[in-house]
C-alpha cells in the first residue's frame, strides 16, 4: 500500500544541537515530497520541498532534506536548533500519478535549554 | 504564494448541532481541499472542493456530514452536521494554485463539541 511514514514520533535535542527527522515512502514512483512545520496553535508552514532536480533542498529557517531514491527516504535536517524550532513537524507526498497531500503522522520535536 | 482566511477560528459548540466553516483565499485557485485533524493526530483530507460540481470525498467521509460549497474561485464552505464529541478537531482549508504547485494552509477552525 502507498504510504509515507515517519518513524521517530517525538525527538528531544539541546539547543545548539544538530536534528535530523526521518521520513520514508512506499511509492511506485518517486512522489513529490515535502515537509511542513506545525507550532503550536499555528497553521502548517512549508519548509521545503523535492519535485526533481538536485537531491539536496535547502528551505527556510535554516533547514534542508535529502532526496535518496535508493532509500526511497526524504530526511529533513537542521545543523543548529534554535529553541524556536519546537514544534510538529510532517512530511508529506504527492503521487506522480494522483493530486492529494498525504501526510505522514507528524515528528514532535522538542528543545531543552 | 496564496494568504488564506478561516472563519471562525474556534467554536465551542453542543451536540447534534451544525456549524459552518469559511475559507477565503486572496487569489483564485482551482485546487482546494479540506482537511481534519483531530487532537494530537496527522492531517487527513476530508474533500476535494470543486468549483461548479459536487465535492469530492475520501473513504469514510460522506456529503450528508460534511457537506462543502464552492460558489466561486475564492471561496468554499465545510459544514460539519449533527456533530458529536467525536468531531472535535482542527479543520483546515487549504489551496493549490497549479497541479505541481506548492499547497498552502489556512489557519484552522479549532471545534470543540460538548
Known amino acids: 500500500a502507498q504510504s509515507v511514514t515517519q518513524p521517530d514520533i517525538h525527538i528531544t535535542v539541546s539547543e545548539g544541537a544538530s536534528l535530523e527527522l526521518r521520513c520514508n515512502y512506499s511509492y511506485g514512483a518517486t512522489p513529490y515530497l515535502f515537509w511542513y512545520v506545525q507550532s503550536p496553535g499555528q497553521g502548517l508552514q512549508l519548509l521545503l520541498k523535492y519535485f526533481s532536480g538536485d537531491t539536496l533542498v535547502q528551505g527556510i529557517k535554516g533547514f534542508e532534506a535529502e532526496f535518496k531514491r535508493s532509500q526511497s527516504s526524504f530526511n529533513l535536517r537542521k545543523p543548529s536548533v534554535h529553541w524556536s524550532d519546537a514544534a510538529e513537524y510532517f512530511c508529506?507526498?504527492?503521487?506522480?500519478?494522483?493530486?492529494?497531500?498525504?501526510f505522514g503522522a507528524g515528528t514532535t520535536v522538542t528543545v531543552r535549554a | 504564494s496564496a494568504v488564506i482566511s478561516q472563519k471562525p477560528s474556534r467554536d465551542i459548540c453542543q451536540r447534534g448541532t451544525s456549524l459552518t466553516i469559511q475559507c477565503q483565499v486572496d487569489s483564485q485557485v482551482t485546487m482546494m481541499f479540506w482537511y481534519r485533524q483531530q487532537p494530537g493526530q496527522s492531517l487527513t483530507l476530508i474533500a476535494t472542493a470543486n468549483q461548479g460540481s459536487e465535492a469530492t470525498y475520501e473513504s469514510g467521509f460522506v456529503i450528508d456530514k460534511f457537506p462543502i460549497s464552492r460558489p466561486n474561485l475564492t471561496f468554499s464552505t465545510l459544514t460539519v452536521s449533527n456533530m458529536s464529541p467525536e468531531d472535535s478537531s482542527i479543520y483546515l482549508c487549504?489551496?493549490?494554485?497549479?497541479?505541481?504547485?506548492?499547497?498552502?494552509f489556512g489557519p484552522g477552525t479549532r471545534l470543540t463539541v460538548l
Open positions: 487549504s489551496v493549490r494554485p497549479g497541479l505541481t504547485d506548492t499547497q498552502y
Open positions: 508529506a507526498v504527492v503521487p506522480s500519478n494522483d493530486y492529494k497531500l498525504s
